[in-house]
């Protein structure tokens, strides 16, 4: 499966801006710490660093991302994979009114692919700039409900005893310590680990690119990235909190990374595979971000979850777990374990910690979400896989970061109101409960 070179291009910019510039600095009252590694490297493990370091500085000057990145390696998906079928003509349940709307949306706001999937169908599937529907584009965030994916996974075959078990279980190095011994397997997926924030980070020696691009990355955040909360008690987004998975579920289950996302996810699913970004030959796998996959597989996992983790009658994660996944933190009631939620209606909500994000950085939401039960994937650039269960509704949109000019932005609420507003309802179905408001 090839990836378009504009997505490629457009796609790692963001990935990598990630570390580099997307959430920018720190809100007060973070706790200081340090922002350098004291670790020593092999030259030729600093020297790769280093490089990788200046691609991406180069590139952000004339507004890109790393070009390319190696070693990847490769997620078998099903060889028998299917397209998932299309509602045939005559069949629809969504008005084309609706679909047109909606679709339109999508392409001016630099989509990529725009697929809706309702009750067992694909209602449309729409690719724009060059994407075809093989294609595989970095994933961004929405890797990161795939993180939880496969912990339920893990759980359900028993290697991982639950939720909140120690993660010193596995990553045996934080024994002992204080603070990394609390960190529970739930505050990999819930942001809750206590590590520091996601910044701005300008220098090769700041840890947090050290963390997301040196060849040993994972040892680097094992040992070396700040616990600056105590576990549990505070929400604050970063991507080290979700690449540990990649070691989690290594240990756990004894199989890579991404073989594991490729057995025990992808091919029970019928889903197209693709590849994963690894930090070295015979590394650890990114499991924060940098996932390549065609949309439909995304369309897939957003249908397990909607059907409670089962597949064609077999059951995949954990009876409850998908629940779990749903519901919020006190510290963010809008997250669960890697997917945003609906929660109470907030016209701006973002990713970093509610309390302190500054509202530029916030996502437009015109109006409330029409069905209280929805819940998203959403990746940097926009990216978003809705999932409605009391609809039986899954939308996908991934593609470039839509203009943002005085007047236009991307509305987070657009896109599932159209299509929930469009659905053909049986005589006396009512219409699903709406977001509530505080």
Not at 134 to 158: Q, W, Y
């Amino acid at each position: 499966m090839q990836t378009p070179l504009w997505l490629k291009i457009s796609a790692l910019a963001a990935a990598a801006g990630i570390a580099m510039a997307v959430n920018g600095s720190p809100a007060s009252g973070v706790e200081a710490a340090p922002t350098t590694s004291p670790r020593v490297f092999p030259a030729a493990d600093e020297a790769l660093y280093l490089q990788r370091f200046t691609q991406l500085e180069q590139a952000f000057r004339q507004g890109l991302g790393l070009e390319s990145y190696a070693p990847l390696e490769a997620v078998p998906g099903d060889p028998r994979a299917r397209p998932l079928p299309q509602a045939a003509p005559g069949e629809e349940r969504i008005d084309p009114g609706a679909l047109r709307e909606a679709r339109e949306y999508a392409a001016r706001n630099n989509s990529a692919a725009f697929i809706v999937w309702h009750r067992g169908r694909l209602e449309t599937a729409a690719y724009f700039q060059g994407m075809q529907a093989v294609d595989t584009f970095p994933s961004r965030s929405l890797a990161k409900p795939m993180t939880a994916v496969a912990v339920g996974r893990a759980i359900a075959l028993g290697r991982i005893r639950s939720l909140d078990q120690p993660v010193a279980d596995f990553i045996s190095e934080w024994r002992g310590d204080p603070q990394r011994s609390r960190i529970l397997v739930r505050h990999l997926l819930d942001m809750r680990s206590g590590f520091l924030p996601q910044a701005m980070a300008s220098t090769p020696q700041d840890i947090l690119n050290r963390a997301y691009l040196h060849p040993r990355h994972a040892e680097i955040i094992i040992h070396d990235y700040p616990v600056v909360d105590e576990p549990g008690t505070r929400y604050e987004y970063n991507n080290a909190t979700s690449e540990l998975v990649a070691v989690l579920i290594e240990r756990a289950t004894g199989v890579r990374y991404g073989q594991f996302l490729a057995r025990e996810v992808l091919q029970p699913i019928g889903s197209p595979g693709g590849e994963v970004w690894v930090n070295r030959e015979g590394g650890v796998a990114h499991a924060g971000c940098c996932l390549m996959l065609p949309p439909e597989a995304w369309v897939r996992l957003g249908v397990l979850l909607l059907q409670d983790g089962i597949w064609e009658d077999r059951r995949l994660l954990p009876v409850g777990y998908v629940a779990e996944m749903r519901s919020g933190t006190a510290q963010n009631p809008w997250y669960g374990l890697g997917v945003y939620v609906a929660g109470t209606y907030k016209a701006r909500r973002g990713f970093a910690n509610p309390d302190r994000e500054p509202e530029s950085r916030r996502v437009l939401h015109s109006e409330p979400y029409l069905a209280d039960d929805l819940f998203l994937f959403d990746g940097n650039a926009n990216q978003v896989v809705y999932v409605i269960p009391s609809q039986q509704l899954v939308i996908l949109r991934v593609g470039n970061s839509p203009p943002r000019t005085p007047g236009q932005e991307w509305d987070n609420s657009f896109l599932p109101n159209t299509i929930l507003r469009g659905l053909r309802r049986d005589p006396g179905e009512p219409m699903p409960r709406a977001q509530p408001r505080n």
